[in-house]
């Protein structure tokens, strides 16, 4: 019996916070360029919003074998979702901390959940509603396909401006 598209996404934000916090210490375990690539190689904005894309991209990739034929919006369905949770992160992290001038550790994780919980949720509403928003899944595709690219590349090479800077070390990169 086929579980209700509810059940999966619930189940797409456990896997995306059970493996995201694990991507964040993977880079630390291994120390290997490969990795790098997909997890947090400091502890700036940007590396954090790497934890999220990873694990809601792969689990997308995995649930699009059962839904991506009963919804036809599949992919514009999960580019939002990904899209508004990598939105989310940096908005939330420097509005409490322009406000209140620190970085609070245990609110930072808070972010990472909270960011991954309303991606889930913009994108069930996505696949639910009656409106023809999707014009191309594969532009849908392309495009996640390029922010994973431009992730890549950032670990490496990031520009010089604050939201690739570790704010603990203040350096970029690897």
């Given at each position: 019996?086929?579980?209700?598209?509810?059940?999966?996404?619930?189940?797409?934000?456990?896997?995306?916070?059970?493996?995201?916090?694990?991507?964040?210490?993977?880079?630390?375990?291994?120390?290997?360029a490969?990795?790098?690539?997909?997890?947090?190689v400091?502890?700036?904005?940007?590396?954090?919003?790497?934890?999220?894309?990873?694990?809601?991209?792969?689990?997308?990739?995995?649930?699009?074998?059962?839904?991506?034929?009963?919804?036809?919006?599949f992919?514009?369905?999960?580019?939002?979702?990904?899209?508004?949770?990598?939105?989310?992160?940096?908005?939330?992290?420097?509005?409490?901390?322009g406000?209140?001038?620190?970085?609070?550790?245990?609110?930072?994780?808070?972010?990472?959940y909270?960011?991954?919980?309303?991606?889930?949720?913009?994108e069930?509403?996505?696949?639910?509603?009656d409106?023809?928003?999707?014009?191309?899944?594969?532009?849908?595709?392309?495009?996640?396909?390029?922010?994973?690219?431009?992730?890549?590349?950032?670990?490496?090479?990031?520009?010089?401006?604050?939201?690739?800077?570790?704010?603990?070390?203040?350096?970029?990169?690897?």
């Amino acid at each position: 019996m086929k579980k209700p598209l509810p059940f999966w996404q619930f189940a797409g934000f456990v896997f995306t916070g059970v493996f995201g916090m694990l991507l964040h210490f993977l880079y630390d375990i291994t120390g290997s360029a490969f990795s790098a690539l997909f997890s947090g190689v400091n502890e700036s904005t940007w590396e954090h919003m790497k934890l999220l894309f990873f694990p809601m991209l792969i689990f997308a990739i995995f649930q699009s074998r059962y839904f991506a034929k009963d919804y036809n919006k599949f992919w514009c369905a999960k580019l939002i979702g990904i899209l508004t949770g990598l939105i989310v992160i940096p908005t939330i992290y420097y509005t409490y901390k322009g406000i209140l001038g620190i970085s609070i550790d245990w609110f930072n994780i808070l972010i990472f959940y909270i960011a991954a919980a309303v991606g889930f949720i913009v994108e069930t509403r996505f696949m639910k509603s009656d409106k023809n928003f999707c014009k191309s899944p594969i532009v849908a595709i392309i495009i996640l396909c390029i922010i994973a690219v431009l992730f890549f590349v950032f670990t490496f090479a990031p520009p010089k401006i604050p939201l690739f800077m570790d704010p603990i070390t203040k350096t970029y990169g690897i």
